[in-house]
C-alpha cells in the first residue's frame, strides 16, 4: 500500500489532483448512485487508503444515510457560507476507518447555486484534497455544477440501471459532459472556427456523431496535445440493480455503443444485482456491505473496488 | 456514405484485438449483434433504426471475414500492407502465413482489347514490347527490388496504381523495389507483398518471390 501511494507521488504531475478523484453520476434519480459511492467508499478505505467522500447533491443531501450515518453537524453549505472554512474543518469521521465523510446541505439555506467564486474556491479545495481517492456522489440531471465536478474527476463512472428511461438519461449526461468538455478545448485551442468550418460542410464530410466530429477535427488540428487530452477522457459504466442474466449483457452493449457514439474509450467496470437487502439495511441504518457480508451484491462491489484500484496501478506502472 | 468512417478496422468494428483468438471474436460478434440488432435498448437515442442497421451489416461483414482463416489472413495482409497493423499485433495465424498463400484476388481489369501493334496490354494499360527486356523477364535469375521496378516502369505502370492494386502501401512497395528490408515488417509479410506485386506485374509469382527472398534475411 505504502509502495503504491509513494509511486504515486513520485508520478504526478504538477497539474494533476492529490488524489483520485472518482465521480459518480448517473443522470437519473434513485438509481443508486449514493449507494455505490458509499460502498465503494468504504471499500477503497478498507483496502487501507485514505478516502474523503463528498456528498455534491446540494439539493437533497442523503450520503450520510446511504453511508448508514446520522447527517453531520457541519456541511458543504458551512464551506460556502464561510469563506475562512477549510474543506478539513467539515470532514467528519465516520465509523469506517480511513474514511471521512463531508456531508451536503443540512439546513434549509438554499445553496444549490453557487456563485463563480464559490464554484472555483469549492473546486480548488477538491482538487488539493490530501487523500488517496475523493468520491464525489453527484446529483440527478445535467446541471452546469455537476458537469463540472464531473469533469474535474480523474475517474468518470456513469451509474444506470437497466430501466430504457435510466439508460437515456444516462446517455443525455454523458452527451451534456462530453461537449461540455469539448466546449473548453473549443475556447483553450481557439478551435470554434475550425469547428464552425466543419458543421458547415457537417452532410458531406459525413460528421453524424461526436466521433466523426472528433476524427475529422484532430484531421484539421494537429495538436497533439489536444489528441492526448481528448483521448485521456473515459467513462465508466456501473450497471445497476440488475435482476436478470440478460441484463448483464446490456451493460457491454452501452458501453460498445458508447465507444462508437463518441468514439472515446469506455470500460465497463461490472454489474450489481438487485437485492432488497440494500434498503433493508437501510432500515435498520447499517450500510449493506455491514449487515451482508456474504451477499452476492458484496463481492460484486469487491470486484468492482479492486478494478478500480488496480487501474491507478496499471497506470502508475505504464 | 456511412458514418462509421471507413478507416474503422473489422477489428475495431468488433471491439477485439488484432490477435483475438477465433472463439473471442465468435463472443464479440454475438454481443455486437445483439447490441446493435434494431430494438436493442443500448441504442435508443444514441444511433437511429438506419444506422443501427447499416452497423449490423458492416458486423456481418467483419465475422464473415475475421472468422475464416484464410479471409481473415488476407485481410491482415491487408491491413499491414496499409500500414494500419504492425505485424507484431496479428494472430498467430497470420504470422505464420505460408508459401504458396493466395492474396485477395483482384478486380478484372476494365480495359478494352485494342492495343497498337507491337504492344502489349496490362490491367492498367499497355506498353510497347522490346524484346531484350522480354528476353531477360524470361531468363533472369535474380528477381531483386531493382529488377522488379524496372519491370514495373517498362510495362508502364506507376507506383499509385501498383498500390491500389495490391492493397499495399507506397511506401512499403518502394521498400520492397530500393531492396530496403530495414523498412520492411516480417518476412512472412514481405513474402506476400512481392507475391502480391509480382501477380500485378503479371510475373511468376513463386519465382519471384522465392528469388528475392533468398535476398531477404
Ligand atoms: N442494487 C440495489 N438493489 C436494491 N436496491 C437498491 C440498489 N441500489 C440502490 N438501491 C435503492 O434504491 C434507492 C435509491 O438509491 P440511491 O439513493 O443510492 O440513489 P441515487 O441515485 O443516489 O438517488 P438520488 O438521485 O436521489 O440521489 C435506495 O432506496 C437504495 O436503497
Ligand atoms: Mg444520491
Redesign the interface.
Same mark, same amino acid.
Given at each position: 500500500m505504502v509502495e503504491i501511494n509513494n509511486v504515486r507521488k513520485i508520478n504526478r504531475g504538477i497539474n494533476r489532483p492529490k488524489a483520485r478523484i472518482i465521480a459518480v453520476a448517473g443522470g437519473k434519480g434513485g438509481i443508486g448512485k449514493s449507494f455505490v459511492s458509499s460502498s465503494l467508499s468504504i471499500f477503497l478505505a478498507n483496502m487501507g487508503h485514505k478516502v474523503v467522500s463528498i456528498d455534491l447533491d446540494l439539493g437533497c443531501s442523503n450520503l450520510h444515510t446511504s453511508l448508514g450515518l446520522a447527517p453531520p453537524p457541519k456541511g458543504l453549505q458551512d464551506f460556502i457560507l464561510k469563506p475562512e472554512t477549510k474543506l478539513t474543518d467539515i470532514m467528519h469521521p465516520t465509523s469506517f476507518a480511513g474514511l471521512s465523510l463531508i456531508g451536503g446541505n443540512n439546513s434549509i439555506d438554499d445553496v444549490t447555486q453557487l456563485s463563480i467564486p464559490q464554484k472555483s474556491r469549492l473546486m480548488s479545495s477538491i482538487y488539493h484534497c490530501d487523500a488517496d481517492y475523493v468520491i464525489l456522489d453527484l446529483s440527478a440531471g445535467t446541471h452546469e455544477l455537476t458537469l463540472d465536478f464531473f469533469l474535474m474527476a480523474t475517474d468518470k463512472i456513469i451509474v444506470t440501471t437497466?430501466e430504457?428511461s435510466s439508460?437515456?438519461n444516462a446517455?443525455?449526461f454523458m452527451k451534456a459532459s462530453f461537449f461540455k468538455f469539448i466546449k473548453r478545448y473549443e475556447y483553450q485551442y481557439q478551435l470554434s472556427p475550425v469547428i464552425a468550418e466543419l458543421m458547415t460542410q457537417q452532410k458531406q464530410l459525413?460528421i453524424?456523431?461526436p466521433?466523426?466530429l472528433l !476524427?475529422r477535427l484532430f484531421k484539421e488540428e494537429e495538436s497533439i496535445s489536444l489528441k492526448q487530452q481528448i483521448e485521456r477522457f473515459k467513462f465508466n459504466i456501473i450497471l445497476n440493480q440488475c435482476r436478470s442474466y440478460k441484463d448483464i449483457?446490456?451493460g457491454?452493449?452501452?458501453k460498445?455503443?458508447?465507444? !462508437?457514439?463518441f468514439g472515446l474509450p469506455t470500460e465497463f467496470l461490472g454489474h450489481l444485482d438487485y437485492d432488497n437487502a440494500v434498503w433493508q439495511s437501510l432500515r435498520s441504518r447499517k450500510h449493506l456491505l455491514v449487515e451482508h457480508p456474504h451477499s452476492q451484491l458484496y463481492t460484486q462491489l469487491m470486484q468492482m473496488s479492486r478494478k478500480l484500484a488496480h487501474t491507478e496501478i496499471r497506470r502508475v506502472a505504464s | 456514405m456511412s458514418y462509421i468512417s471507413n478507416e474503422q478496422t473489422y477489428y475495431e468494428l468488433l471491439e477485439v484485438s488484432p490477435d483475438a483468438p477465433q472463439d473471442e471474436i465468435h463472443r464479440a460478434y454475438q454481443r455486437a449483434k445483439e447490441t446493435y440488432s434494431p430494438d436493442s435498448p443500448a441504442l435508443y437515442t444514441m444511433f437511429t433504426r438506419e444506422e443501427a442497421l447499416e452497423l449490423s451489416k458492416l458486423i456481418e461483414e467483419a465475422y464473415h471475414v475475421l472468422s475464416n482463416k484464410s479471409k481473415r489472413r488476407d485481410y491482415d495482409l491487408q491491413l499491414v500492407g496499409h500500414s494500419k497493423l504492425s505485424p507484431e499485433e496479428l494472430s498467430n495465424d497470420s504470422q505464420v502465413l505460408q508459401d504458396g498463400h493466395e492474396p485477395t484476388p483482384k478486380p478484372q481489369s476494365k480495359l478494352s482489347n485494342d492495343v497498337p501493334d507491337g504492344h502489349k496490354k496490362t490491367r492498367f494499360g499497355s506498353y510497347q514490347v522490346k524484346p531484350e527486356m522480354e528476353d531477360a523477364i524470361e531468363n533472369t535469375m535474380e528477381w531483386d527490388g531493382s529488377f522488379l521496378r524496372k519491370v514495373r516502369v517498362y510495362k508502364n505502370i506507376s507506383l499509385e496504381q501498383l498500390s491500389a492494386e495490391t492493397k499495399i502501401s507506397r511506401t512499403y512497395l518502394k521498400a520492397v523495389e530500393d531492396n530496403n528490408f530495414d523498412k520492411l515488417p516480417a518476412r512472412v509479410f514481405v513474402r506476400g507483398f512481392v507475391v502480391q506485386l509480382a501477380k500485378a506485374l503479371s510475373l511468376d509469382e513463386n519465382k519471384v518471390a522465392k528469388s528475392y527472398m533468398n535476398m531477404v534475411k
Amino acid at each position: 500500500m505504502v509502495e503504491i501511494n509513494n509511486v504515486r507521488k513520485i508520478n504526478r504531475g504538477i497539474n494533476r489532483p492529490k488524489a483520485r478523484i472518482i465521480a459518480v453520476a448517473g443522470g437519473k434519480g434513485g438509481i443508486g448512485k449514493s449507494f455505490v459511492s458509499s460502498s465503494l467508499s468504504i471499500f477503497l478505505a478498507n483496502m487501507g487508503h485514505k478516502v474523503v467522500s463528498i456528498d455534491l447533491d446540494l439539493g437533497c443531501s442523503n450520503l450520510h444515510t446511504s453511508l448508514g450515518l446520522a447527517p453531520p453537524p457541519k456541511g458543504l453549505q458551512d464551506f460556502i457560507l464561510k469563506p475562512e472554512t477549510k474543506l478539513t474543518d467539515i470532514m467528519h469521521p465516520t465509523s469506517f476507518a480511513g474514511l471521512s465523510l463531508i456531508g451536503g446541505n443540512n439546513s434549509i439555506d438554499d445553496v444549490t447555486q453557487l456563485s463563480i467564486p464559490q464554484k472555483s474556491r469549492l473546486m480548488s479545495s477538491i482538487y488539493h484534497c490530501d487523500a488517496d481517492y475523493v468520491i464525489l456522489d453527484l446529483s440527478a440531471g445535467t446541471h452546469e455544477l455537476t458537469l463540472d465536478f464531473f469533469l474535474m474527476a480523474t475517474d468518470k463512472i456513469i451509474v444506470t440501471t437497466p430501466e430504457p428511461s435510466s439508460i437515456e438519461n444516462a446517455y443525455r449526461f454523458m452527451k451534456a459532459s462530453f461537449f461540455k468538455f469539448i466546449k473548453r478545448y473549443e475556447y483553450q485551442y481557439q478551435l470554434s472556427p475550425v469547428i464552425a468550418e466543419l458543421m458547415t460542410q457537417q452532410k458531406q464530410l459525413g460528421i453524424r456523431s461526436p466521433n466523426d466530429l472528433l !476524427k475529422r477535427l484532430f484531421k484539421e488540428e494537429e495538436s497533439i496535445s489536444l489528441k492526448q487530452q481528448i483521448e485521456r477522457f473515459k467513462f465508466n459504466i456501473i450497471l445497476n440493480q440488475c435482476r436478470s442474466y440478460k441484463d448483464i449483457g446490456l451493460g457491454h452493449s452501452i458501453k460498445s455503443v458508447s465507444q !462508437k457514439y463518441f468514439g472515446l474509450p469506455t470500460e465497463f467496470l461490472g454489474h450489481l444485482d438487485y437485492d432488497n437487502a440494500v434498503w433493508q439495511s437501510l432500515r435498520s441504518r447499517k450500510h449493506l456491505l455491514v449487515e451482508h457480508p456474504h451477499s452476492q451484491l458484496y463481492t460484486q462491489l469487491m470486484q468492482m473496488s479492486r478494478k478500480l484500484a488496480h487501474t491507478e496501478i496499471r497506470r502508475v506502472a505504464s | 456514405m456511412s458514418y462509421i468512417s471507413n478507416e474503422q478496422t473489422y477489428y475495431e468494428l468488433l471491439e477485439v484485438s488484432p490477435d483475438a483468438p477465433q472463439d473471442e471474436i465468435h463472443r464479440a460478434y454475438q454481443r455486437a449483434k445483439e447490441t446493435y440488432s434494431p430494438d436493442s435498448p443500448a441504442l435508443y437515442t444514441m444511433f437511429t433504426r438506419e444506422e443501427a442497421l447499416e452497423l449490423s451489416k458492416l458486423i456481418e461483414e467483419a465475422y464473415h471475414v475475421l472468422s475464416n482463416k484464410s479471409k481473415r489472413r488476407d485481410y491482415d495482409l491487408q491491413l499491414v500492407g496499409h500500414s494500419k497493423l504492425s505485424p507484431e499485433e496479428l494472430s498467430n495465424d497470420s504470422q505464420v502465413l505460408q508459401d504458396g498463400h493466395e492474396p485477395t484476388p483482384k478486380p478484372q481489369s476494365k480495359l478494352s482489347n485494342d492495343v497498337p501493334d507491337g504492344h502489349k496490354k496490362t490491367r492498367f494499360g499497355s506498353y510497347q514490347v522490346k524484346p531484350e527486356m522480354e528476353d531477360a523477364i524470361e531468363n533472369t535469375m535474380e528477381w531483386d527490388g531493382s529488377f522488379l521496378r524496372k519491370v514495373r516502369v517498362y510495362k508502364n505502370i506507376s507506383l499509385e496504381q501498383l498500390s491500389a492494386e495490391t492493397k499495399i502501401s507506397r511506401t512499403y512497395l518502394k521498400a520492397v523495389e530500393d531492396n530496403n528490408f530495414d523498412k520492411l515488417p516480417a518476412r512472412v509479410f514481405v513474402r506476400g507483398f512481392v507475391v502480391q506485386l509480382a501477380k500485378a506485374l503479371s510475373l511468376d509469382e513463386n519465382k519471384v518471390a522465392k528469388s528475392y527472398m533468398n535476398m531477404v534475411k
